[in-house]
C-alpha cells in the first residue's frame, strides 16, 4: 500500500502543473499609464448650517489670497445632492508644487488671519481626492457665462480601465454630442477611493438638464452604450452645483 502512495505522487504533481499552467494569468495592467504629470486636486467642504452664507462671503472676498498661490478651476454651491457643501477644483503641475504651495500658505500671514483662522470653524469637515483626466478627455469650458453644473461620480468595480474603460467612454462620449449637456472633463481617481470616475457636465439650466435627462432615456444610441457599461458600475452619485461669483468656471 506504501508503494502504491509513493508511486502515485509523481503522477498528482504533474497533474497540479497542468492546472496552473492552463489558468489564465492576471493582468496587471490597468489601462494606458498616465503620460502627464497635471493633476486636479478635488475638494469637498461641509459647511454648519447656519454659517454656510457667511462662508460663501468670506470667501468670496478672501478667495485671492488663495489663488494668488496656485490655478482654481472652479467653485461651486452644491444645490442638490449635498446639503451645505461646496466642492473646487485646483490645478497642479506636480506633486512638488502643491507642496511648495502648501508650505506657503502655512507661511502666509494674511491667508492664515484674514481667512483659514475665520473659515475652519465654520466647516464641519473636508475631504479631497487627486484626479487625473483620463485619456480621451481634455478640460473644456462652458459654452457661456451663467448655467448650473453637473458632477456625476462613478464608483466602478476592481479592475480598473483595462476592464471597464472603453464601456465607460462609450457611455459618456455618447451623451456628449449637441442637443445634450457639454462634457468639461472626465477624471480617473490616483489617491482617494480607487476605481472612481468624475464627469463634469454643464447645461443652460436646471430644467435644461432635465428635458436632457429625459431625451437620454428614449434615445436608442445612449440607452444602448450604458447598458453595455452598467455591468462595471457599482453606485452612481449625482450633484447640482451653481458657480460661485468668483469662479473661473462661471
Known amino acids: 500500500m506504501l508503494n502504491l502512495i509513493r ?28 503620460e502627464h504629470r497635471t493633476f486636479y486636486e478635488f475638494r469637498t467642504y461641509s459647511i ?12 468670496n472676498e478672501k478667495i485671492h489670497l488663495r489663488t494668488a498661490h496656485s490655478e482654481l478651476i472652479g467653485y461651486w454651491s452644491v444645490e442638490y445632492g449635498g446639503l451645505n457643501q461646496v466642492f473646487h477644483i485646483w490645478k497642479y503641475d506636480s506633486y512638488a ?3 511648495a504651495v502648501r508650505a506657503a500658505l502655512a507661511q502666509d500671514p494674511s491667508w492664515i488671519s484674514e481667512y483659514i483662522s475665520k473659515a475652519l470653524p465654520m466647516l464641519t469637515s473636508q475631504d479631497n481626492e487627486v484626479m487625473y483626466l483620463v485619456p ?8 457661456q457665462e451663467g448655467g448650473v453644473y453637473e458632477l456625476v461620480s462613478f464608483q466602478m468595480r476592481p479592475g480598473g480601465p483595462a ?13 456628449d454630442v449637441p442637443g445634450y449637456g ?8 490616483e489617491f482617494g477611493l480607487q476605481n472612481r470616475v468624475h464627469a463634469l457636465w454643464w447645461y443652460e439650466s436646471a ?11 428614449t434615445d436608442a444610441r445612449v440607452v444602448a452604450a450604458v447598458r453595455s457599461s452598467v455591468g462595471n ?6 450633484q447640482l452645483m451653481f458657480p460661485c461669483p468668483f469662479s473661473p468656471m462661471n
Not at 457639454?182 to 481617481?189: I, Q, T
Open 7 to 34: 508511486s502515485l505522487r509523481p503522477a498528482a504533481v504533474l497533474l497540479r502543473t497542468a492546472s496552473t499552467a492552463a489558468q489564465p494569468c492576471a493582468r496587471l495592467s490597468t489601462g494606458p499609464q498616465q
Open 48 to 59: 454648519r448650517p447656519d454659517q454656510n452664507a457667511a462662508f460663501l462671503k468670506l470667501t
Open 97 to 99: 508644487q502643491r507642496a
Open 136 to 143: 480621451w478627455s481634455c478640460l473644456q469650458k462652458p459654452l
Open 163 to 175: 476592464v471597464w474603460g472603453s464601456s465607460f467612454q462609450a457611455a459618456i462620449t455618447s451623451r
Open 182 to 189: 457639454r462634457l468639461l472633463g472626465a477624471f480617473h481617481s
Open 207 to 217: 430644467d435644461k438638464r432635465a428635458e436632457v435627462r429625459h431625451k437620454a432615456h
Open 233 to 238: 458600475l457599482d453606485t452612481q452619485r449625482n
